[in-house]
């Protein structure tokens, strides 16, 4: 039977009630806000500390700034007493305009920041534009500080953790049977794993930022903590 159909026992979601869900949830987002304007709060949140900073990440929303702060403080890092900060800049879109207002090359703070594959063209030609540099390949872009998840985050850290591991993530927070019923979709029955735990993750706001907290907690221990973020934490 392939991991994608290998039953758990016993589902926890049919044995663990919608309060103990909603309190495993709450834990998982302890710290962060959650809803449709969580993103613009927690780039809010995060620009007054860019004055004081010595090096910036620029990613593109609240679930990459989650997953790279707790990678961080699982690594034994405190990124606020660094004075490293990850400022989520609400869509790849906006990398050109963001970059800008770091003003001229000669004054900017360090920057770095991490993007999806869908979205790497987009980063090259802000980081053109802004003149922080002429990156032409991945390579280039890396040794500016900007590195590339394939195809995202999210399928960056489901391959790390493996998908044997991720599922059984998903029984400790009873989501097992939600996850099921998405196997179970006509349009998702026969697909790979991996493919159903990524649309999994990114079919509800909450959900995906609450992965990405736990999927990062896990691959940080048990060392698999995936290329791009790792790289990432080192060059900062």
Same mark, same amino acid.
């Given at each position: 039977m392939s991991v994608g159909h290998r039953l758990i026992q016993p589902d %926890?979601?049919? $044995? @663990?009630?919608?309060?103990n869900r909603r309190e495993l949830a709450r834990r998982a987002l302890e710290g962060y806000d959650s809803g449709p304007? $969580?993103?613009d709060r927690a780039t809010a949140r995060a620009l007054p500390k860019v004055a004081d900073a010595v090096a910036v990440v620029l990613v593109e929303g609240l679930s990459d700034q989650i997953a790279l702060?707790?990678? $961080?403080m699982g690594r034994g890092r405190d990124l606020e007493a660094e004075r490293v900060v990850i400022l989520p800049i609400g869509g790849a879109h906006a990398?050109?305009?963001?970059?800008?207002?770091?003003?001229p090359p000669a004054t900017r703070v360090r920057l770095a /920041?991490? =993007?999806?594959?869908?979205?790497?063209?987009i980063f090259r030609r802000g980081l053109v534009a802004a003149d922080v540099g002429s990156p032409r390949t991945r390579?280039? @872009?890396?040794?500016? /500080?900007?590195?590339? =998840?394939v195809k995202d985050l999210e399928d960056e850290l489901i391959r790390g953790v493996g998908a044997a591991e991720v599922q059984e993530l998903f029984d400790s927070q009873g989501d097992? /049977?939600?996850? %099921?019923s998405l196997q179970s979709q006509p349009a998702w029955r026969g697909q790979e794993p991996e493919a159903q735990m990524r649309r999994f993750l990114s079919s509800g706001a909450r959900r995906k930022l609450r992965y990405a907290r736990l999927l990062a907690e896990a691959a940080v221990g048990r060392d698999v903590l995936p290329r791009p973020l790792e790289a990432l934490l080192t060059a900062v």
């Amino acid at each position: 039977m392939s991991v994608g159909h290998r039953l758990i026992q016993p589902d %926890r979601e049919t $044995a @663990m009630d919608a309060t103990n869900r909603r309190e495993l949830a709450r834990r998982a987002l302890e710290g962060y806000d959650s809803g449709p304007d $969580a993103s613009d709060r927690a780039t809010a949140r995060a620009l007054p500390k860019v004055a004081d900073a010595v090096a910036v990440v620029l990613v593109e929303g609240l679930s990459d700034q989650i997953a790279l702060e707790t990678a $961080a403080m699982g690594r034994g890092r405190d990124l606020e007493a660094e004075r490293v900060v990850i400022l989520p800049i609400g869509g790849a879109h906006a990398i050109g305009r963001v970059l800008t207002g770091f003003g001229p090359p000669a004054t900017r703070v360090r920057l770095a /920041g991490l =993007c999806d594959l869908h979205e790497e063209e987009i980063f090259r030609r802000g980081l053109v534009a802004a003149d922080v540099g002429s990156p032409r390949t991945r390579t280039d @872009m890396e040794h500016l /500080g900007f590195y590339v =998840c394939v195809k995202d985050l999210e399928d960056e850290l489901i391959r790390g953790v493996g998908a044997a591991e991720v599922q059984e993530l998903f029984d400790s927070q009873g989501d097992l /049977g939600s996850f %099921r019923s998405l196997q179970s979709q006509p349009a998702w029955r026969g697909q790979e794993p991996e493919a159903q735990m990524r649309r999994f993750l990114s079919s509800g706001a909450r959900r995906k930022l609450r992965y990405a907290r736990l999927l990062a907690e896990a691959a940080v221990g048990r060392d698999v903590l995936p290329r791009p973020l790792e790289a990432l934490l080192t060059a900062v």
